[in-house]
C-alpha cells in the first residue's frame, strides 16, 4: 500500500462562529482550530517519520537494519535458518550484470559502489539493484566517497598535487621539482635516488667524491651542474661512488668550466655503485 494520506482540516470554526452556522455563536471556535491544526502537525510528523522507515510496499526501507542492531535472539535464528537449509549460501556474483543473467537467492553482486544481496531466484533485466526491491535488498553500502578524481581514462598517469588540487598528469617538465644543493667544503656530493628526479648542483669548488643512496633498479636521477667565475672545477678520476665504480658513457669527465653548465645523467641497474650507467655532457 501507498504512504497514508496526509491530514489536513477542511473546516475553519472560527469563521462558522462569525457566521451563526447552526447556532454556533457562542462556542470556542478559535481553540477548536488551535487543536485541529496541533493533530494535523502531528500527523504530518508521524508521516515524515513513517516514510523514512516505511516502503510503498510496506516492506522497511532498504539500509534501515544494520548488522550490530540485530538483537541476539534474532542472530542465533538467523544463523538457525541458514544452517537448516542447503540452499542458503552466499556466493559473490561480481559486478551486477543486465544482459539477462540468471540470479539465485542469497547471491552477493556490487553496484554502484555497493554490495545487494539476491531476495529470489531471477533473471536479470533493465532494472538495477538498487532500483529493484523485490529481488535485491541492499547489504552492504559503499563508504565516503575518497575525494580523488576518476582514474577512468587516466591510463598511465600520474596522481599531481598542487597542495589544495590533486589532479591525472602525464610527466612533464611543468611538473617535475627540482633542487638546488650547493657543494659542501669537503667536496662530498651526494645523490639520492629516492629523491626528484631532477636537481641542480651549483658548483663553487672542485669535487672530491660522490656518494649515491638508495640505489634500485629503475630509479634515475638528472643533475644539472652550474660552475661560478672561479672555475674550473674538477671531479675525481676515481674513488667509491666515481671513477671505476660507475659505468661512464663516453668516458670520466675531468672538470666544468668556469660559468659553463653540464647535465650529468644517472641511471640505476641494481643495487650498487657498479650498477649506475653515467654520462656528462658539458657546455663548451
Known amino acids: 500500500m501507498a504512504q497514508p494520506t496526509p491530514y489536513s482540516p477542511t473546516t475553519d470554526f472560527s469563521q462558522e462562529e462569525s457566521n451563526a452556522v447552526s447556532g454556533r455563536s457562542t462556542v470556542r471556535t478559535p481553540a477548536i482550530d488551535t487543536e485541529f491544526g496541533n493533530i494535523a502537525q502531528t500527523l504530518s510528523e508521524v508521516l515524515t517519520n513513517l ?11 532498504n539500509g534501515i537494519l544494520k548488522g550490530h542492531e540485530f538483537s541476539g535472539d534474532a542472530i542465533s535464528y538467523l544463523s538457525s535458518m541458514l544452517s537448516a537449509s542447503t540452499s542458503a549460501v552466499f556466493v559473490w556474483r561480481g559486478d551486477w550484470s543486465a544482459s539477462g543473467t540468471d540470479y539465485q537467492q542469497l547471491n552477493l553482486v556490487h553496484y554502484g559502489g555497493s554490495v545487494y544481496i539476491g531476495l529470489t531466484n531471477h533473471t536479470s533485466g533493465a532494472t538495477a539493484p538498487d532500483a529493484d526491491p523485490v529481488n535485491w535488498d541492499l547489504f552492504a553500502s559503499k563508504g565516503a566517497d575518497s575525494g580523488l578524481p576518476s582514474r577512468v581514462g587516466n591510463a598511465n598517469k600520474f596522481l599531481m598535487t598542487d597542495g589544495s588540487t590533486d589532479v591525472w598528469s602525464f610527466l612533464t617538465n611543468d611538473n617535475v621539482s627540482g633542487i638546488t644543493t650547493d657543494a659542501s667544503a669537503s667536496g662530498v656530493i651526494t645523490v639520492d635516488f629516492s629523491s626528484q628526479f631532477q636537481h641542480t648542483l651549483a658548483l663553487t669548488e672542485n669535487i672530491t667524491s660522490w656518494v649515491t643512496t638508495n640505489r ?28 671505476a665504480d660507475w659505468k661512464w658513457i663516453n668516458g670520466i669527465p675531468a672538470q666544468v668550466e668556469a660559468d659553463k653548465t653540464a647535465i650529468l645523467s644517472l641511471r640505476c641497474y641494481g643495487t650498487n655503485e657498479s650498477d649506475i650507467v653515467a654520462s656528462l655532457g658539458a657546455e663548451l
Open 51 to 61: 516514510a523514512i522507515l516505511q516502503r510503498d510496499d510496506t516492506l522497511l526501507m
Open 216 to 243: 634500485a633498479a629503475g630509479k634515475a636521477v638528472d643533475i644539472r651542474i652550474v660552475a661560478d667565475a672561479s672555475g674550473p672545477y674538477t671531479f675525481p678520476s676515481s674513488g667509491a661512488g666515481f671513477g
